[in-house]
């Protein structure tokens, strides 16, 4: 939002800035008695001049586990092979 971005100076340091959301969810097993967690991060790039997006990117994908940790690193894991 255009009024956070002039109250904190941005412009005064900065062209652009990069936002992400991330989000995990769990679902209970699936048929491998397996838990499966689904992770989504999206990522906007702004124009701190403008207050614009001008970028939007979002990345998801799954991981399985043998519980829900695990499923979550495995899920986090695959995402981070996507940004490379």
Known sequence: ??????????KDHLDYICLGKYQINGRSKNEFERLVADVTLQLNIIDINSGAVIDSRTYTDKGM??????AELNAQAKLLKQLN
Do not use: P, Q, T, V
Request: no cysteine; net charge positive.
């Open 1 to 10: 939002d255009k009024f956070k971005i002039k109250k904190r100076h941005l």
């Open 65 to 70: 586990g043998g519980n829900k940790n695990d």
